[in-house]
């Protein structure tokens, strides 16, 4: 299993605003599909509540300290990182860390790889972003093209 985050980051590493993603793209949200597709993925009770339902043909995940969080059957919930790594590990899948900035940053040393679409925006009054130094440790291993000024850049840990 590798653990891999996947992120979509204005100019200024922006990745939310008032509780939701800023912006929509529908090439980034075709290749997220994708590429998350059969896997699992991770994220936490905002994430969660953004989104507002599980991802289908995805092992769902949400991490909550509190545990406090509503999810239907088929949604894990854990309150801590090492059941929700567990759980992952039993899907024999990869797992895929898809926020929010809280979640990135506890898994920060657990991932392998990044995925990171670099949107052609600078969103006003942002309030959700990545710390600049999340790449550190990781060089860039690929880049693809999406179309409407979208970038995927793929990092991989440094050995």
């Known amino acids: ?53 599980p991802l289908p043909g995805r092992l769902n995940i949400v991490l909550s300290r509190s ?3 509503e999810v239907p059957d088929g949604v894990m919930l854990f309150n801590n990182k090492a059941a929700a790594l567990e759980a992952a590990q039993a899907g024999h899948t990869d797992l895929f ?27 006003g009054d942002a309030d959700v972003f990545m710390p600049e130094d999340f790449l550190d440790g990781f060089e860039l291993g690929s880049t693809r093209e999406l179309g409407d000024g979208l970038v995927v850049k793929f990092y991989d840990r440094r050995n």
């Open 97 to 123: 860390v898809i926020g929010g900035a809280a979640i990135f940053k506890e898994f920060a040393h657990d991932l392998e790889q990044w995925i990171v679409t670099e949107v052609p925006l600078t969103v």
């Open 67 to 69: 545990g406090k969080v």
């Open 1 to 53: 299993m590798k653990v891999i985050g996947i992120v979509a980051v204005d100019r200024d590493l922006a990745i939310g605003k008032d509780g939701k993603l800023p912006w929509h793209y529908s090439a980034d949200l075709r290749f997220f599909k994708k590429t998350t597709l059969g896997n699992t993925v991770l994220m936490g009770a905002n994430t969660w509540r953004s989104i507002g339902r």
